[in-house]
């Protein structure tokens, strides 16, 4: 069934295709930030001063006394969420960049002002920045691999070019007197190159083309320190010899930054235990790990930037600042630590998962981190923490709450009757950490239970093909994943239905690769037996669909769902439609929005439906409603809407930003 194309944001102007829908909405009300937080992954520690620019929309940057933490100086940054990359140069000032625009900004210290010196030549995302000993300022990109030079004094900018082509990530820096070191992903490569002559070679180590990315390199005594997420490889400088590697499933791993060399000993270098917050040591001598005793306790975050200082009586103390903006002091020669906390304003982030519980309360997370809850029947937020990080999904089963975050694909589990607790989700905390995937899965995006059974579908990691159906047996306690249950694709639609899972999937892999596979796919998954298979979208003319969710069962019993793709002449648009569960058959379809692009390749589609049984859904990010019998439709709101639900009452809630918006229902 075809029916009309949506060319752009108006409403169809064709009367006999456009749903006379018998819904009268108020206006939108804005309930403002759902995810709240104070987090930075770009910071520096300057002389008695600390710099660091928090996630959000806008990202701000900050400046602060590192004695008292008071605030000296903050100001917005617009068009920047996430400023990953900060350095202090050797003028004293602070440098920094991030995501999505490329430009190279840079505080005045002394005369408390950022000025923005340009878009850097080489690539829009900045993921780490070092300075040189020459007044230089180098910067690692995204996604051409590319580093940028900014010459201090000329204020002239030099693109270095691609350092490692068929790669996608310089994503890691280090710097000597004499050399720039640049990390490669999603590959491995380390790279090397003489500051003076420009010259260029490749270190080879251990992890050298394995499907990682570089995040930070060091290089002190004849050690080169390499850094890969929370895993870290030391080699001989002169001989390339493998002399130590902390893995990331260490029980004693490091948290990604180690320190310089000890004043106190220049063998030894400290770093925190990822797995504990304790501040532990590695000798350079007998590349040996070992606890700092008696135990310092660290701040439950990462670091961000570890620097020796000297205090107020001169002597020289470790300082630490970290990614949710605590400052650490540690003396090595009394054993103790101070922590401080700097003045920052809490941040709405971006909006990244929303769903709506059995309990009419709204789940949400932000991108980057937090975690919010919203309740529908008091119209009040009634939970706003700063963790978990980044829930990319939400699910639900027997009360309980799902929550889906990125990195390692770990599952959290939320009782909503019991207090909020978490410091980093041990065991008896709320939420609590009840799964790692893993099995190289990255986002869990898409929920759905049945059987007392909790079923998840997944991103694969960076650059990897290949998602999963993960099914958790509340009734066994038990996990099962499934990779590639649809091959070299990842999964971003389920709904369950009599016994069977039906999936949807994404031709798109982790960040770092291409697709191999043409169309996306759907997957049929027996709940008792566990055989499964995968099918095509039989939707005629739709030649190339590259993502098909969500999935949801109507009211009529058949499986509907959402996709996006491209038909025979490579026109992209949207389709809802609806199978007969029982033989695959495609029974309905409307196409929508023709010209418009996916958005996120990740992030699936919403299908919602109200009590009336309509049909409510994000196709193409746009809010629209579909009367499933006729099939028309209706855009509800202008612009871009990314997540969305409705409640018992056909109230609709929705974002595409930091804020909660509610679309109220008229009562008639």
């Given at each position: ?52 620019a928090?996630?959000?929309?806008p ?31 050797t ?32 690539d ?22 590319k ?88 080699i ?9 590697t ?105 909006m ?54 990125y ?36 986002r ?68 770092g ?50 996709a ?49 049984g ?55």
């Amino acid at each position: 069934m075809k029916e009309k194309f949506y060319e752009d944001d108006k409403l169809s102007k064709k009367e006999s295709n456009s749903l006379q829908f018998p819904n009268v909405y108020g206006s939108a009300i804005n309930y403002g930030p759902a995810a709240l937080d104070a987090k930075s992954q770009g910071v520096a520690i300057g002389d008695g001063e600390l710099y660091y620019a928090t996630n959000g929309l806008p990202s701000t940057f900050y400046a602060a006394d590192a004695i008292t933490g008071e605030k000296l100086f903050s100001e917005d940054l617009p068009g920047s969420d996430v400023v990953w990359a900060m350095i202090i140069g050797t003028d004293g000032n602070v440098y920094f960049s991030g995501t999505y625009n490329g430009i190279l900004y840079r505080y005045v210290v002394n005369e408390k002002r950022i000025e923005n010196l340009g878009e850097n030549p080489s690539d829009n995302w900045v993921w780490q920045l070092k300075s040189s000993h020459d007044g230089k300022i180098y910067g690692a990109t995204y996604p051409r691999s590319k580093v940028f030079e900014y010459d201090i004094e000329t204020a002239q900018f030099k693109d270095l070019g691609t350092f490692y082509e068929g790669q996608q990530y310089a994503r890691g820096l280090g710097i000597t007197e004499d050399s720039l070191y640049v990390g490669i992903g999603t590959s491995a490569y380390l790279m090397k190159m003489d500051l003076a002559t420009g010259n260029r070679t490749e270190i080879q180590l251990p992890i050298t083309g394995e499907s990682i990315s570089i995040s930070n390199i060091w290089e002190y005594g004849n050690h080169i320190f390499v850094a890969y997420g929370t895993s870290l490889l030391t080699i001989n400088k002169t001989t390339g010899e493998e002399m130590n590697t902390m893995n990331l499933h260490d029980e004693h791993n490091f948290d990604g930054l180690i320190s310089p060399p000890s004043p106190y000993d220049e063998n030894i270098l400290y770093y925190i235990n990822r797995n504990t917050q304790q501040l532990w040591t590695y000798d350079m001598t007998t590349h040996t790990t070992t606890k700092v005793e008696p135990t310092v306790q660290l701040p439950p975050s990462p670091s961000k930037a570890m620097r020796w200082i000297k205090d107020d009586s001169g002597k020289d103390v470790l300082a630490i600042l970290h990614h949710k903006i605590e400052f650490s002091i540690y003396d090595p020669s009394t054993n103790t630590v101070k922590v401080n906390y700097p003045e920052v304003e809490m941040q709405g982030l971006l909006m990244q998962s929303l769903e709506i519980g059995e309990d009419q309360k709204i789940y949400m997370g932000g991108y980057q981190g937090s975690f919010g809850i919203f309740d529908t029947t008091i119209d009040q937020y009634v939970l706003q923490e700063r963790d978990p990080h980044q829930i990319e999904g939400i699910g639900f089963l027997n009360g309980e709450v799902y929550l889906g975050t990125y990195g390692g694909a770990r599952i959290y589990k939320y009782n909503p009757n019991q207090p909020y607790n978490f410091s980093g989700g041990k065991s008896g905390e709320n939420p609590e950490l009840v799964q790692e995937i893993e099995d190289a899965q990255s986002r869990p995006f898409t929920f759905t239970s049945g059987e007392n059974k909790l079923f998840i579908g997944t991103i694969s990691d960076y650059g990897e093909l290949g998602g999963a159906l993960t099914v958790f047996d509340a009734t066994t306690n038990k996990w099962n994943t499934i990779r590639n249950i649809v091959e070299n694709q990842s999964i971003i639609g389920l709904a369950y239905h009599n016994g069977k899972v039906f999936g949807g999937s994404t031709i798109a892999g982790g960040l770092g690769i291409d697709p191999t596979e043409p169309k996306a796919k759907m997957f049929e998954y027996d709940v008792i037996t566990g055989n499964h298979e995968a099918f095509a979208l039989g939707v005629d003319e739709f030649e190339k669909p590259e993502m098909i969710g969500e999935l949801s069962v109507g009211p009529d019993g058949n499986i509907w769902g959402v996709a996006w793709g491209f038909d025979k002449v490579d026109s992209c648009y949207s389709v809802i439609f609806a199978m007969n569960p029982d033989n695959r058959k495609i029974v309905k379809t409307t196409q929508l929005y023709k010209g418009i692009d996916r958005g996120s390749k990740w992030r699936p589609f919403f299908i919602r439906w109200d009590n009336n049984g309509y049909l409510y859904t994000t196709a193409a990010r746009r809010l629209t409603v579909i009367d499933p019998e006729t099939m028309k439709s209706k855009q509800l709101v202008t612009g871009i809407v990314d997540l969305m639900d409705v409640d018992k009452e056909g109230n609709i809630y929705y974002s595409s930003d930091h804020n909660l918006y509610k679309l109220p229902v008229n009562k008639q």
